[in-house]
């Protein structure tokens, strides 16, 4: 469960605690990110001796945010004050590029 | 718990800038990054051509043949006296740290390469085409500019960034045009300068064999006469300078420096 | 032909080619929008939702397991400022609208199906994205990307 700028986030059926009122259909939020080349040269690298690649965990995350912003956005817009059911997705698209996506149901809980 | 039938807010998925903008923006951004990139690359490459100095190149390339790049022919009659030629040029270089030789590669197109360690080759379309000596004591003397000016090497050490440059591009397609395009005119731009500069070290080298420039030019005019006129485009992505421009270039040079265009010219009697 | 018309012809076939793309893309992409937007309007009253907990009120007498999909191409402007943007790394503006178009769509035809054969909401919503590579070249090229809707469609008596 997570709060964001006063939208509840839940990835189960309902808020823990409280009591949906009204629902009123999915929302989504999605981006596109492409990496770029000096973070794929250290990638390359990392890749000799494997481990983690910071580079890429931040990159990855910082655009999973992003997807989530443009989610609670749109629940904002519809006048929900939750979303629950939340599901987050990865998806390549293209050499490079991947895309972020979260979406979930927007509610009003009590 | 009820349904209450709303649609979020239109474009929250989608950013509101224009791709065209998007598409100047990068296409502009990039060519500006590769051009930087290129014009430290060449740097970079200048520097270690100042570091490694002539007796090194010697050092590391005696012996050492460009049979691999061109093929050589040794048993061509006019290789002596082109040998010749060029041996009475160089006493216009004193001071030169190379000890050239002179080597004739098989191939139809009039040409002549500057390889390390003080070779000079010359193409038999070359020797096929040249109408006097003065026209090829010109282009030899244009050559020994260029050993003088280091650009053999230049040319090598810029040959090896651009490969590495286009492998690190490789990997987006529309920019890797993009970069292709962008290191070419720019190692092109330097590659005009060189040959200015190789021009008028050459110049200089036949005033002061023959004490006179006339016919330097000749050879040229005489490609250019056969060549098909380029296009604008043509011109300024070509490497050496328009043939035309060239000839005005050289000529001034010789007008500026006070120097006769008109002299007893040498024929070649082979 | 002489060698600068044949260099002049490589060099603008290619910008044809962007340029058509951008064009027939840009009209293709707004053509779509209008469409997709008029047809969310008139399902507007239909429930969609990724929870499976229903309202006390809702009786269900049926189910089906409801899809919708659709494959879409990446177009060739689109690829190019792409391409160049995965030198420099950022967002790649020009597949958002691509994606959110092709999501919405996948999202609509489910929604028709199951309103077509008398269901009255869809619970359980999942939403799939998966790229096809091409099959030529190295295969690191995009041939197409699905995008794929699907739930649980409801048919309710109200109480
Ligand atoms: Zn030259």
């Known amino acids: 469960m997570q709060n964001r700028g006063g939208i509840i986030l839940s990835n189960t059926e309902t808020v823990p605690g409280k009591r949906i009122v009204e629902f009123y259909g999915v929302v989504t939020g999605n981006t596109v990110r492409a990496k770029h080349l000096g973070r794929d040269i250290m990638a390359g690298l990392k890749n000799i001796v494997g481990g983690e690649l910071v580079g890429y965990t931040e990159l990855l995350q910082e655009s999973r945010n992003e997807a989530t912003d443009r989610m609670v956005e749109q629940a904002r817009s519809m006048g929900a004050n939750a979303v629950v059911n939340v599901r987050f997705a990865t998806s390549s698209i293209a050499q490079g590029a991947a895309e972020l996506f979260a979406y979930g149901t927007g509610v009003r809980v009590e | 718990m009820r349904y209450v039938p709303r649609s979020p807010r239109e474009g929250i998925n989608v950013s509101d800038e224009h791709p065209l903008k998007e598409a100047a923006v990068l296409v502009v951004g990039l060519s500006f990054l590769f051009a930087i990139v290129m014009l430290s690359l060449v740097f970079i490459v200048d520097l270690v051509v100042v570091a490694v100095s002539p007796e090194t190149e010697a050092r590391i390339f005696s012996g050492w043949t460009p049979g691999g790049i061109v093929e050589l022919v040794d048993d061509d009659s006019r290789q002596r006296a082109v040998a010749g030629v060029l041996q009475r040029i160089e006493t216009g270089w004193p001071d030169s740290p190379y000890d050239f030789r002179l080597l004739v590669a098989d191939d139809d197109e009039p040409n002549a390469l500057a390889v390390p360690g003080g070779v000079i080759v010359v193409t038999t379309g070359l020797l096929d085409k040249v109408g006097s000596e003065n026209e090829l004591a010109f282009v030899l003397a244009h050559e020994l500019g260029h050993f003088r000016n280091r650009d053999h090497l230049r040319g090598i050490g810029r040959g090896v960034a651009l490969a590495i440059f286009y492998a690190a591009i490789s990997g987006g397609s529309g920019g890797a045009d993009i970069g292709i395009a962008v290191a070419d005119l720019t190692l092109r731009q330097f590659s005009r300068d060189q040959e200015a500069a190789a021009d008028r070290f050459g110049l200089e080298l036949v005033q002061a064999e023959y004490g006179h420039v006339a016919d330097s030019w000749r050879f040229f005019e005489r490609l250019r006469d056969t060549e098909a006129q380029p296009g604008i485009m043509a011109a300024y992505l070509s490497t050496h300078p328009d043939t035309g421009d060239r000839i005005e270039d050289i000529r001034r040079y010789a007008r500026d420096s006070g120097w006769s265009t008109v002299g007893r010219t040498t024929p070649l009697d082979w | ?159």
């Open chain 3, 1 to 159: 032909m002489g060698l600068e018309t044949i260099q002049l012809v490589n060099f603008l076939l290619p910008l044809g080619l962007l340029v058509f793309a951008y064009l027939l893309g840009a009209w293709i992409e707004r053509r779509h929008y209008r469409d997709i937007l008029a047809r969310e309007a008139g399902l507007r009253s239909f429930p969609v939702v990724t929870f499976e907990t229903l309202p006390d009120n809702w009786q269900v007498e049926s189910v089906e397991l409801v899809s919708g999909s659709v494959v879409i191409s990446l177009d060739y402007f689109k690829r190019v400022i792409a391409g160049l943007r995965a030198l420099v790394g950022g967002r790649v503006k020009t597949y958002e609208p691509l994606l959110d178009r092709a999501r919405r769509e996948a999202v609509l035809r489910m929604v028709e199906h199951a309103q077509a054969n008398g269901y009255d909401a869809i619970a359980n919503v999942r939403l799939e994205t998966s790229r096809l590579a091409n099959s030529r070249g190295d295969g690191n090229g995009t041939a197409g990307i699905e995008m794929l809707a699907f739930g649980t469609a409801l048919s309710l008596s109200r109480r």
